[in-house]
């Protein structure tokens, strides 16, 4: 049997290494700890990109400027100009030939030329008739018409100027069926009878007309569409004047060549077919060069492409997604590199979500508890690097989770043990257990075995109080919160898992948050901060652990501003009312009977603040401190593992309120 071998067609390589999105994860990380939401984190990603790729935001950008270049290409009337360029240079060789000419008629024709209105549409319109004597002049004349039809005829059907540079009768005919033909296919459709089959033929007969190659009636229609709508807001752009003459030039041109009729009603089946787009409304043209009616189109269809993705690669709307982006869209403005750039992005979304980092959620896309750990880890990573960075020492992570003192006596291991390998006793017992076959080295069974044994530590309950006024966000500090707390909640989870941690974060309501409720939280302008509902979940949370140490952790930056009324309902007060303070502090005292310590990190230094904080710290016998910026999580972290241990240090580093 042989085998052959060949290029995979089946779709993605099964061979190709998984993208690596752990760069771009990595940047959602940074965001989000710096105090973004996830939605926040991802957009800000797509926006600026990664992996040496562009982002929305260089996309807009090169839209924006490829826009502006436009508007200054050129001016609109180009069209007007050359017309009455050409009829001046009719009238002036007409004139000429009038001129040596005796006769009566000749000053009568004379009469008649310099008695033609000022308006350019109604003097070409009043020349139709006339019996011209200059060949020369007749010849310019008729060039205006072939001019006209040959730059609305473009202006619809881009590249149709060539076709028609030396238009016969037979040309005529042939647009005049395509026309025909074309408006049928278009009531076909719109009647629910239009077929690929039928598209296929038209092509066949009139695919000339169409240098684009569309592939079924809806791409035709499209860039038909775009085309006839940039042609009205070209006219929508002239002056009243302007558009009056020009309008009535093409009309007349229109009705010689007996396309009027059709293309009338082309543009209204364009309409029907695509309402979406922008029909009405003009543009700004600062150019100084004229433009004719077809190029002056095409600027315009440009134009409008540019707007469109630059509002599209804004993602500012509700429900933007990076397939709204059309491909086809993007190629036209501003190229395949572009392109490539947008399914760069658009790889990263589906990778982060194929991997399991992303996932659906009621509001979109939402970070999946598998990366909600990666953001932890990282977190926590950089608290302990922060920490053995500054010689605080004895908080190494891969040693956290060890079990308590040594007692000096080993036990045989069992399935499930942590405690250290008492190396000495388990090489003891295999060699006494093949001291009497053995000659060759010593081999380990797993009953040889023997750990250390060690002092039973007692579990903590971990109650971290974090503010979620809306002052963290204004002083920049919720980011470095908001870390901390992930940090922490790490380090329990995975190195502690015996201890019990909960998260309550307060404003003008407390309530108990998850992780992703941390990473995914988004400002709103509320006020207040309750600390008094806070310590009492909290102590809700310690009772429900009535074995294990209480351990209550305080992040804030403002004295307590609103509590808990009679009705339940929160009550707001600035400067803090007497009965705010009186709330709170009578729930401090209840922690304190409890056994709970309260220590408190204060994230600003006002005096008020500081004086309540001292007050709550001589109340239950806890700690206040103040960190240096960026120092928060260290403190935290090590304030827990030093609670938990039972050493009661306090940190080396830092300014105590």
């Given at each position: 049997m042989?085998?052959?071998?060949?290029?995979?067609?089946?779709?993605?390589?099964?061979?190709?290494?998984?993208?690596?999105?752990?760069?771009?994860?990595?940047?959602?990380?940074?965001?989000?700890?710096?105090?973004?939401?996830?939605?926040?984190?991802?957009?800000?990603?797509?926006?600026?990109?990664?992996?040496?790729?562009?982002?929305?935001?260089?996309?807009?950008?090169?839209?924006?400027?490829?826009?502006?270049?436009?508007?200054?290409?050129?001016?609109?009337?180009?069209?007007?100009?050359?017309?009455?360029?050409?009829?001046?240079?009719?009238?002036?060789?007409?004139?000429?030939?009038?001129?040596?000419?005796?006769?009566?008629?000749?000053?009568?024709?004379?009469?008649?030329?310099?008695?033609?209105?000022?308006?350019?549409a109604?003097?070409?319109?009043?020349?139709?008739?006339?019996r011209?004597?200059?060949?020369?002049?007749?010849?310019?004349?008729?060039?205006?018409?072939?001019?006209?039809?040959?730059?609305?005829?473009?202006?619809?059907?881009?590249?149709?100027?060539?076709?028609?540079?030396?238009?016969?009768?037979?040309?005529?005919?042939?647009?005049?069926?395509?026309?025909?033909?074309?408006?049928?296919?278009?009531?076909?459709?719109?009647?629910?009878?239009?077929?690929?089959?039928?598209?296929?033929?038209?092509?066949?007969?009139?695919?000339?007309?169409?240098?684009?190659?569309?592939?079924?009636?809806?791409?035709?229609?499209?860039?038909?569409?775009?085309?006839?709508?940039?042609?009205?807001?070209?006219?929508?752009?002239?002056?009243?004047?302007?558009?009056?003459?020009?309008?009535?030039?093409?009309?007349?041109?229109?009705?010689?060549?007996?396309?009027?009729?059709?293309?009338a009603?082309?543009?209204?089946?364009?309409?029907?077919?695509?309402?979406?787009?922008?029909?009405?409304?003009?543009?700004r043209?600062?150019?100084?060069?004229?433009?004719?009616?077809?190029?002056?189109?095409?600027?315009?269809?440009?134009?409008?492409?540019?707007?469109?993705?630059?509002?599209?690669s804004?993602?500012?709307?509700?429900?933007?997604?990076?397939?709204?982006?059309?491909?086809?869209?993007?190629?036209?403005?501003?190229?395949?590199?572009?392109?490539?750039?947008?399914?760069?992005?658009?790889?990263?979304?589906?990778?982060?979500?194929?991997?399991?980092?992303?996932?659906?959620?009621?509001?979109?896309?939402?970070?999946?508890?598998?990366?909600?750990?990666?953001?932890?880890?990282?977190?926590l990573?950089?608290?302990?690097?922060?920490?053995?960075?500054?010689?605080?020492?004895?908080?190494?992570?891969?040693?956290?989770?060890a079990?308590?003192?040594?007692t000096?006596?080993?036990?045989?291991?069992?399935?499930?043990?942590?405690?250290?390998?008492?190396?000495v006793?388990?090489?003891?017992?295999?060699?006494?257990?093949?001291?009497?076959?053995?000659?060759?080295?010593?081999?380990?069974?797993?009953?040889?075995?023997?750990?250390?044994?060690?002092?039973?530590?007692?579990?903590?309950?971990?109650?971290?109080?974090?503010?979620?006024?809306?002052?963290?966000?204004?002083?920049g500090?919720?980011?470095?919160?908001?870390?901390?707390?992930?940090?922490l909640?790490?380090?329990?989870?995975?190195?502690?898992?015996?201890?019990?941690i909960?998260?309550?974060?307060?404003?003008?309501?407390?309530?108990?948050?998850?992780?992703?409720?941390?990473?995914?939280?988004?400002?709103?302008?509320?006020?207040?901060?309750?600390?008094?509902h806070?310590?009492?979940?909290?102590?809700?949370?310690?009772?429900?652990?009535?074995?294990?140490?209480p351990?209550?952790?305080?992040?804030?930056?403002?004295?307590?501003?609103?509590?808990?009324?009679?009705?339940?309902?929160?009550?707001?007060?600035?400067p803090?009312?007497?009965?705010?303070?009186?709330?709170?502090?009578?729930?401090?005292?209840?922690?304190?009977?409890?056994?709970?310590?309260?220590?408190?990190?204060?994230?600003?230094?006002?005096?008020?603040?500081?004086?309540?904080?001292?007050?709550?710290g001589?109340?239950?016998?806890?700690?206040?401190?103040?960190?240096?910026?960026?120092?928060?999580?260290?403190?935290?972290?090590?304030?827990?593992?030093?609670?938990?241990?039972?050493?009661?240090?306090?940190?080396?580093?830092?300014?105590?309120?």
């Amino acid at each position: 049997m042989s085998i052959r071998y060949g290029a995979w067609h089946g779709g993605p390589d099964p061979l190709q290494p998984p993208f690596d999105v752990r760069q771009a994860l990595d940047e959602i990380g940074d965001d989000v700890l710096a105090g973004m939401s996830p939605r926040s984190a991802l957009q800000r990603l797509m926006k600026l990109g990664t992996n040496g790729r562009n982002g929305l935001d260089a996309l807009r950008q090169k839209a924006r400027n490829r826009a502006r270049q436009l508007r200054r290409s050129g001016r609109l009337d180009g069209t007007l100009d050359r017309v009455r360029e050409l009829l001046d240079q009719a009238l002036d060789a007409e004139r000429s030939a009038l001129f040596p000419d005796p006769s009566d008629a000749a000053r009568m024709a004379e009469a008649e030329l310099d008695a033609l209105p000022a308006d350019t549409a109604r003097a070409v319109r009043q020349l139709s008739d006339y019996r011209w004597r200059s060949p020369e002049a007749a010849a310019t004349y008729e060039q205006i018409s072939k001019m006209l039809r040959s730059e609305v005829l473009d202006a619809q059907f881009a590249g149709m100027r060539a076709a028609l540079a030396n238009p016969d009768r037979r040309a005529m005919d042939q647009v005049r069926q395509m026309l025909a033909d074309l408006n049928d296919m278009l009531d076909a459709d719109a009647r629910g009878e239009h077929t690929q089959e039928q598209f296929d033929e038209f092509m066949n007969r009139h695919g000339t007309f169409f240098p684009d190659n569309p592939s079924n009636l809806a791409e035709l229609v499209d860039s038909l569409a775009r085309r006839a709508a940039a042609a009205e807001r070209l006219m929508n752009s002239l002056t009243a004047d302007q558009r009056a003459e020009l309008g009535a030039l093409m009309e007349q041109a229109m009705n010689e060549a007996g396309l009027a009729a059709e293309m009338a009603r082309l543009q209204r089946s364009l309409r029907s077919a695509r309402p979406d787009l922008r029909w009405a409304g003009s543009e700004r043209m600062t150019g100084e060069q004229p433009m004719d009616f077809g190029d002056g189109t095409a600027a315009l269809a440009e134009l409008a492409d540019l707007d469109e993705l630059a509002e599209l690669s804004s993602q500012d709307y509700p429900g933007a997604s990076l397939s709204d982006i059309d491909d086809d869209l993007v190629e036209r403005a501003l190229g395949q590199q572009a392109v490539d750039d947008i399914e760069q992005l658009r790889r990263i979304e589906r990778e982060l979500q194929r991997q399991g980092y992303l996932e659906q959620g009621g509001e979109g896309l939402q970070l999946s508890p598998r990366a909600l750990r990666r953001l932890g880890s990282t977190a926590l990573r950089r608290v302990f690097a922060a920490i053995e960075s500054g010689g605080r020492g004895d908080h190494d992570v891969r040693d956290a989770g060890a079990a308590g003192e040594v007692t000096g006596s080993s036990r045989r291991w069992r399935f499930g043990d942590e405690q250290p390998l008492d190396v000495v006793r388990t090489v003891r017992n295999a060699v006494l257990r093949s001291a009497s076959t053995a000659t060759g080295p010593v081999r380990l069974s797993a009953e040889d075995f023997e750990v250390v044994e060690t002092e039973r530590r007692s579990a903590a309950a971990v109650a971290l109080l974090v503010d979620m006024s809306y002052s963290m966000e204004l002083r920049g500090t919720w980011g470095e919160a908001k870390t901390t707390a992930l940090a922490l909640h790490s380090l329990v989870t995975t190195k502690y898992p015996q201890d019990a941690i909960e998260i309550i974060g307060f404003s003008d309501y407390a309530r108990t948050m998850t992780p992703r409720d941390l990473v995914n939280h988004d400002w709103q302008r509320v006020y207040g901060t309750n600390l008094q509902h806070a310590l009492m979940l909290g102590r809700r949370h310690l009772d429900r652990h009535r074995g294990a140490e209480p351990v209550v952790l305080v992040i804030t930056d403002g004295e307590p501003t609103a509590h808990l009324a009679a009705d339940g309902f929160s009550d707001f007060c600035w400067p803090p009312s007497v009965e705010t303070v009186t709330a709170t502090l009578a729930e401090v005292e209840r922690c304190t009977r409890r056994g709970a310590t309260i220590n408190i990190f204060m994230l600003d230094d006002e005096p008020r603040l500081v004086d309540f904080m001292r007050e709550v710290g001589r109340r239950n016998g806890g700690r206040v401190f103040l960190p240096k910026p960026g120092a928060l999580g260290e403190y935290v972290v090590s304030d827990y593992l030093s609670a938990r241990h039972g050493r009661g240090r306090r940190p080396r580093r830092g300014v105590p309120a």
